[in-house]
């Protein structure tokens, strides 16, 4: 169950990071302001899922 977790830190980040860039293109084609910042701040926050899942990992294998 632990590495499904970690693992799913890594899926969070990757969702949160795909979704981030569709609504930034979509903003930039369409002008939207505020889309393109909600695209950027789901990319940072998909980023973020990563780097939690990549600490967790390091930490488990350091702990191994």
Same mark, same amino acid.
């Given at each position: $169950? #632990? ?10 980040? /990757? %969702?949160? $990071?795909?979704?981030? %860039?569709?609504?930034? &293109?979509? =903003? $930039? /084609?369409? =002008? ?7 695209? #950027?701040?789901?990319?940072? $926050? =998909?980023? %973020?899922?990563?780097? /939690?899942g990549?600490?967790k990992?390091?930490?488990?294998? &350091?702990?191994?």
């Open positions: $169950k #632990q590495e499904l977790e970690m693992n799913n830190e890594h899926v969070k980040g /990757a %969702a949160d $990071k795909a979704k981030g %860039a569709v609504k930034d &293109a979509i =903003g $930039k /084609a369409t =002008g939207n302001d505020k889309m393109r910042v909600e695209g #950027q701040y789901d990319k940072v $926050k =998909g980023e %973020a899922h990563k780097v /939690a990549d600490v990992d390091a930490f488990k294998k &350091a702990t191994e």
